[in-house]
């Protein structure tokens, strides 16, 4: 059974930084996408980036781009979100998601790509 848990969420100051984690048991994805999602109050839940685990490449949303970086560590099994100059339309739950197919940046950033998911982290950005 794959289990996806994240941490590192918190309450940080607008123009702050915050490093998610998330770590997975259960099998291996080497061959496929592993993302990130956010949902904010009275939103629904958007894609904010993406790993392909074996080769590296990366998508990003127009709205976190040059802000957050996405990475995973093989040997430990997680996948992590570098989040820098933060604001206030940030603050979300964010998911990590595990299992999708590589493909375009369209199709890597849909929900109903991924098969696996975690129970989120909140990230409340203060002004």
């Known amino acids: 059974q794959v289990q996806l848990v994240e941490s590192g969420g918190g309450l940080v100051p607008a123009g702050g930084s915050l490093r998610l984690s998330c770590a997975f048991s259960g099998r291996t994805f080497s061959d496929y996408a592993m993302g990130w999602f956010r949902q904010a109050p009275g939103k629904e839940r958007e894609f904010v980036a993406a790993?392909?685990?074996?080769?590296?490449?990366?998508y990003y949303s127009d709205s976190v781009k040059g802000r957050f970086t996405i990475s995973r560590d093989d040997a430990m099994n997680a996948v992590y979100l570098q989040m820098s100059s933060l604001k206030i339309d940030d603050t979300a739950a964010y998911y990590c998601a595990a299992g999708g197919t590589w493909g375009p940046a369209w199709y890597v950033a849909k929900e109903t790509n991924y098969n696996n998911w975690g129970q989120g982290t909140r990230v409340t950005v203060s002004s």
């Open positions: 790993v392909h685990w074996s080769r590296g490449d990366t």
